[in-house]
């Protein structure tokens, strides 16, 4: 069936590190896909997306590219900072069928950035 | 403007009982949504509204779950004869629509825990 799998975390980082956190899909049509982050104490919140090959979706310094041929979404971004701390998670969804706009979601990824 | 507002923050019920979750999305938002976030299971869909319609029920994991929206507003999520693996982060979000290029927006989540 239609999945996402994301990296385990947690991941630990110096401020100023490069992040790359890896997403991975399975899905039987043609999905778009995101990135959501949830910060200590609040919800989630659309971080960015792509919705065809090819694209870059792009945020707050944070990268990722549509990669069909590999299906993933990897995460990138080149220097952290302590308020990047918080839990990311890659998802898809579709634009028709009968599973139009619910969100696949990968398990989440924990990132905590030390100065 | 007001964001997804979810009631209550936090419940606390004993094995058996029933419960209700309350959704207020964010006004004009025709499509809403009920995930589930647990430590076993991550971020689960549950069910889509397209206005006052269910079209997608399939992810509600049990007959003891239902939902209901009323006036193409407010929803409300009920648990008939809790359990203890009932216990979750019961997240909300709405959208101006279910296509994948429509943000949805979380709610804050109400925190159920099954004694």
């Known amino acids: 069936g239609d999945s996402v799998t994301q990296m385990e975390g947690p991941v630990t980082l110096s401020e100023e590190a490069f992040l790359t956190i890896n997403c991975t899909y399975t899905?039987?049509?043609?999905?778009?896909l995101f990135w959501y982050v949830q910060y200590p104490g609040e919800g989630l919140q659309l971080l960015l997306k792509?919705?065809?090959?090819?694209d870059k979706g792009s945020n707050k310094g944070f990268e990722a590219t549509y990669r069909k041929e590999t299906t993933s979404f990897h995460l990138e971004k080149g220097s952290v900072q302590v308020s990047d701390s918080a839990v990311y998670f890659c998802?898809?969804?579709f634009g028709g069928g009968s599973t139009l706009g619910r969100l696949y979601f990968g398990r989440g990824t924990q990132l905590t950035v030390w100065p | 403007g007001a964001g997804v507002s979810q009631s209550p923050s936090n419940k606390v019920t004993e094995k058996g009982k029933d419960v209700e979750l309350r959704c207020d999305p964010i006004?004009?938002?025709?499509?809403l949504y009920w995930y589930r976030q647990s430590l076993g299971q991550g971020l689960e869909f549950l069910i889509y509204?397209?206005?006052?319609?269910?079209?997608?029920k399939s992810g509600l994991p049990s007959d003891r779950f239902s939902a209901e929206r009323t006036g193409g507003s407010v929803s409300t999520l009920t648990i008939q004869r809790t359990q203890q693996e009932d216990s979750a982060v019961y997240l909300c979000?709405?959208?101006?629509?279910?296509?994948?290029?429509?943000?949805?927006?979380f709610g804050p989540g109400t925190r159920l825990t099954v004694l």
């Open positions: 509204f397209q206005g006052n319609s269910a079209p997608d």
């Open positions: 998802a898809l969804s």
């Open positions: 006004s004009g938002h025709t499509a």
């Open positions: 792509a919705t065809k090959a090819d």
């Open positions: 899905a039987t049509g043609y999905p778009s």
């Open positions: 979000a709405s959208s101006l629509g279910p296509f994948s290029y429509n943000e949805q927006f």
